[in-house]
């Protein structure tokens, strides 16, 4: 009468839904913590530039670089075309030399004269240096010197000392041994510590200031002269340069007459010693010349 109470199979048993959406909510949620953790991971470590970036940047360095290695270079090797100018001083240069800014003054035209000359690298001292001795021929040497530290040349001057006066109709004038003319009026004053032997020209040259009054082989030839008679304690009482002949009259100290001598020649040791000879025979045998003694040919001697 009584039917027995079936119960449902257990495959069949119809799931719990709040139990199953619990667990799907804190699965997906985790799955966002984890997917929002590794996002920012990804986007916290650093990005790193390609490799055409990285070329990029290394050529811009080494231009950067190249530019300033040039612009040391430059301010390095540029020059000032205002040179310091240095005399070197002798006994008788600082009469016979001009002021140190007409130097200067020319040295600066001609490093101005050429945009090569304003750097250590380019410029020709050599050339400046001859070109400004040929414009002051009072200047023995001329060297300019560039500094190895700094912009500012230095340009060192030497003048050649005078070694005899020239005087003349039209004055008196200190030569050097190029016989050119260093000095006239006043400035012979401060030469007169030196004691330069006076040659007296009678043949009426014209001199002109820093140009050359005599050839360098007759200033060679009289001074050559002066030293042989100085060895044998004959000082010179006057030098002539007559007019008409190449010669020198010379007269000594204390004696009646002149020795001629011939100055176109290179024979000045010959032509003293020559004199020498002839005088101390004539000295021997009580012969005192009132005249001249003429030694003008090479190796006869002739007196009066």
């Known amino acids: 009468m009584f039917r027995k109470k079936q119960t449902p199979p257990a ?5 719990d839904r709040a139990r199953n959406m619990a667990a799907f909510s804190y699965y997906a949620r985790r799955s966002e913590q984890t997917h929002a953790g590794e996002r920012q991971s990804v986007n916290a470590e650093p990005r790193l530039p390609s490799r055409r970036q990285r ?23 540029s020059l000032t075309t205002n040179p310091k100018v240095i005399v070197q001083d002798s006994s008788g240069s600082q009469a016979v030399l001009r002021g140190s800014s007409d130097y200067q003054r020319a040295a600066q035209q001609l490093i101005d004269s050429s945009i090569l ?3 250590k690298v380019t410029i020709d001292t050599t050339a400046i240096s001859s070109q400004l001795q040929a414009q002051f021929p009072e200047l023995a040497s001329v060297q300019l010197v560039l500094p190895f530290i700094g912009r500012q040349p230095t340009l ?16 008196s004038f200190a030569l050097d041994r190029n016989g ?6 006043a400035q012979l004053a401060q030469l007169s510590s030196l004691k330069l032997p006076l040659v007296t020209d009678e043949s009426g040259i014209t001199v002109k200031l ?3 009054a005599l050839t360098a082989s007759n200033v060679s030839f009289i001074r050559n002269i ?23 009259d010379v007269r000594l100290t204390g004696q009646p007459y002149l020795i001629k001598f011939n100055l176109m020649t290179n024979t000045a040791r010959q032509q003293a010693g020559t004199f020498l000879a002839v005088i101390q025979r004539l000295k021997e045998q009580g012969i005192t010349p009132a005249e001249y003694v003429d030694v003008r040919v090479d190796g ?5």
């Open 11 to 15: 495959g069949r048993q119809r799931p």
């Open 55 to 77: 070329a990029t940047d290394t050529r811009t360095l080494i231009m950067i670089g190249l530019a300033v290695c040039v612009l040391i270079l430059l301010l390095g090797t």
């Open 117 to 119: 000359n304003k750097n």
């Open 156 to 171: 060192y001057l030497r003048a050649d000392d005078p070694v005899l006066i020239l005087g003349t109709s039209t004055g």
């Open 180 to 185: 050119t003319a260093l000095a006239t009026g």
């Open 210 to 212: 820093h140009a050359q």
């Open 226 to 248: 002066i030293s042989q008679l100085a060895l044998k304690s004959m000082p010179v009482a006057t030098l002539t340069l007559p007019a008409g002949v190449s010669e020198l």
């Open 300 to 304: 006869r001697a002739y007196y009066k």
